[in-house]
């Protein structure tokens, strides 16, 4: 039951992306073209989405207890640190650049095209690069 | 506008049902870094909800291939390479991307995801304006 909740969670959350126009790259580069002509479409699936988060957040933290676990797993981490900063900017670099971020990478694979299938190679090559320098380091 | 309205919607709720069900923040790039990593126990949730937004792919490849997902941006075949490398090391690093602090943590009030999304709007916004200027457009 639990996995076929996450699993239907998923669905919903591709289909989402793909209704948005985050699957489009040249509506994300539009978004971003604050300087050129700017597209200003994707402000609506940052509204929509944060929207229906904010309130269903408020409504399920009163519970105390998520529905299939015992507790909620949310991040502890506060404040700003240089992680965080290089890791956005670097991210924010990437993602202007192909106008694919993480999402909408996998759920264009499903296209077969080629160009999809590169960008999330390339993407789990850098994870496995950051967790690798992250081992070593630690050591 | 209206389509973008309603797919935020979609997100929104799916991200929802993860927290009300499972209690958990939906990042896809903390998804896959815990799918790479040996370390973590918790991976059949992972794989299920991938296989959801992987079914979904193909629901909208069938649907329409070419609405969903024309790639019509100057990019060569390397940018797309070069980009993911940075998108996938970029968003471990930084502990999230668009879904995990861009929806998750803005709707939680979080000042980490707060700063986090400015920074990579701000670092997307330059990005494409030397994109446009080496490629000659979006």
């Given at each position: 039951m639990k996995f076929f909740i996450i699993f239907i969670s998923g669905f919903i959350f591709s289909l989402g992306l793909g209704l948005s126009g985050m699957t489009q790259p040249h509506i994300v580069k539009g978004f971003l073209d604050v300087f050129g002509e700017w597209d200003p479409r994707l402000i609506g699936v940052m509204v929509g989405a944060i929207t229906v988060h904010s309130i269903a957040y408020?409504?399920?933290?009163?519970?105390?207890?998520?529905?299939?676990?015992?507790s909620f797993q949310l991040p502890v981490k506060t404040g700003i640190d240089m992680r965080l900063t290089v890791g956005s900017i670097i991210f924010g670099l990437g993602w202007g650049w192909a106008g694919i971020c993480p999402g909408p990478g996998l759920v264009g694979l499903l296209s077969g095209d080629v160009r999809f299938i590169l960008f999330i190679g390339s993407l789990l090559i850098g994870m496995f690069v950051f967790q690798a320098s992250q081992r070593k380091f630690l050591k | 506008m209206m389509n973008a309205l309603i797919g935020g919607a979609l997100i929104g709720i799916a991200v929802s049902i993860m927290l009300l069900?499972?209690?958990r923040v939906t990042g896809i790039s903390g998804i896959l870094g815990g799918l790479l990593n040996f370390e973590t126990t918790d991976k059949k949730w992972r794989i299920f909800f991938l296989l959801g937004m992987l079914f979904g792919g193909l629901l909208l490849r069938n649907y329409d291939q070419d609405q969903f997902?024309?790639?019509?941006?100057k990019a060569l075949t390397i940018d797309f390479v070069i980009a993911g490398f940075l998108v996938g090391f970029g968003t471990l690093l930084g502990n999230g991307c668009t879904?995990?602090?861009?929806v998750c943590g803005?709707?939680?009030?979080?000042?980490?995801s707060i700063f986090a999304t400015v920074l990579f709007i701000s670092s997307g916004i330059l990005s494409l304006a030397i994109f446009k200027y080496l490629r000659g457009d979006l």
């Open positions: 408020r409504l399920t933290i009163k519970r105390g207890s998520p529905l299939l676990e015992k | 069900f499972v209690g997902f024309k790639i019509e941006t879904s995990g602090h861009g803005i709707s939680r009030l979080s000042l980490r």
